[in-house]
T-cell receptor, first 112, second 116 residues
């Protein structure tokens, strides 16, 4: 079983819609959770991080964490074509310093 | 946010030669640097964790004699791909961590290595 799993997509949504990206993880001891955006040919950039159960909002982005279900999601409201990218979920296990375990990424396409 | 640079951004080398990639944290001291490789349309695969002044810790399946990592200072880590082969062609990305909180990890822009 992979440690961090995401649907590879591609996920296609129309402009202005809500894009929902999902991620599950296997290690119950995981402490912190990250969403990165990666454009083709570029390195990842951090969008959001979340440590506690519940929702965390930042502009058009909302991260949701449910530790009991070992599930973390990212919602993008009012999706824009510029949001088209691969979204990587990453998990910090909490006992290995800054080491992150990445999911395989979900490709998002926002159609004008 | 903090800046991490990588050099070179692109390199083409012949099979059998060695290539050095530098990763620098420009405005903070990085306790730890991580090296990743990424194949097209695949996720980041952690290769090794590099701590200043100590030997790197390699992930399972990564050949330490082939991928030499040196972390000589708190702002510089290098990855040397020795005796490169075409299957080593990949996108290599470093990240730097200040060690103060989990989210203070910043990625470099990546190095595209092509071995001919």
């Amino acid at each position: 079983q992979k440690e961090v799993e995401q649907n590879s997509g591609p996920l296609s949504v129309p402009e202005g819609a809500i894009a929902s990206l999902n991620c599950t993880y296997s290690d119950r001891g995981s402490q912190s959770f990250f969403w990165y955006r990666q454009y083709s040919g570029k390195s990842p950039e951090l969008i959001m991080f979340i440590y506690s159960n519940g929702d965390k909002e930042d502009g058009r982005f909302t991260a949701q964490l449910n530790k009991a279900s070992q599930y973390v999601s990212l919602l993008i409201r009012d999706s824009q074509p510029s949001d088209s990218a691969t979204y990587l979920c990453a998990v910090n296990l909490g006992n290995q310093g800054g080491k992150l375990i990445f999911g395989q990424g979900t490709e998002l396409s926002v159609k004008p | 946010g903090a800046v991490v640079s990588q050099h070179p951004s692109r390199v083409i080398c012949k099979s059998g030669t060695s290539v050095k990639i530098e990763c620098r944290s420009l405005d903070f001291q990085a306790t730890t640097m991580f090296w990743y490789r990424q194949f097209p349309k695949k996720s980041l695969m952690l290769m090794a964790t590099s701590n200043e002044g100590s030997k790197a810790t390699y992930e399972q399946g990564v050949e330490k004699d082939k991928f030499l990592i040196n972390h000589a200072s708190l702002t510089l880590s290098t990855l040397t791909v020795t005796s490169a082969h075409p299957e080593d062609s990949s996108f290599y990305i470093c990240s730097a961590w200040a060690g103060t909180s989990e989210y203070e990890q910043y990625f470099g822009p990546g190095t595209r290595l092509t071995v001919t």
